[in-house]
């Protein structure tokens, strides 16, 4: 049951990044054009005449200006941006700390050759795609 359940949950999280990073950005951008058409045209009527009537040649048009512009704001965020989330997400992160907190033991020589072991191992199931989670005594989240 513990496996059906996994692959359920794994089905699960495919759905959702396939729905809400792909299907849903090409959905709602698809709807934005046809929104900002209509809105477009009762502002500014002589938009209708520069891009042939149609909501096509205003997709088009609108297209030319907007991913231009979404590229210049992404490359703003990157640039900006990132350093502040990147650094963010490192402090949230209990298996990154897991694993620094052990790199800094293992340079100081405070691990036994069990932990050492036992580190190996987990590393290798994660790498063989094999990790689950489980609760342990030495830290609060460790995967094997």
């Known amino acids: 049951m513990k496996k ?8 699960w999280l495919d759905f959702r990044q396939g729905h809400s990073i792909y299907l849903i950005f090409i ?4 709807n934005f054009i046809t ?3 209509k809105l477009v045209l009762e502002k500014v009527p002589s938009i209708d005449t ?3 009537g149609s909501l096509f040649g205003f997709a088009i048009f609108f297209i030319a200006l907007y991913v231009p512009l979404s590229i210049i704001i992404g490359f703003w965020h990157r640039k900006s941006q990132w350093k502040v989330e990147v650094e963010a997400l490192f402090k949230e992160n209990k298996i990154g700390a897991t694993m620094w907190l052990f ?6 020589e405070k691990l036994t050759e069990k932990e ?3 580190m190996r191992e987990m590393l290798q199931k994660i790498t063989k795609g094999k990790a ?3 609760k342990d005594d030495k ?3 460790t995967f094997i």
């Open 103 to 108: 790199v800094i033991d293992l340079i100081d």
């Open 35 to 37: 929104i900002q058409y």
């Open 4 to 11: 059906d359940s996994s692959w359920f949950r794994k089905l």
């Open 27 to 30: 959905m709602t951008f698809a």
């Open 50 to 52: 520069l891009t042939g």
């Open 116 to 118: 050492k072991q036992d």
């Open 132 to 134: 689950k989670s489980v």
């Open 139 to 141: 830290t609060e989240n």
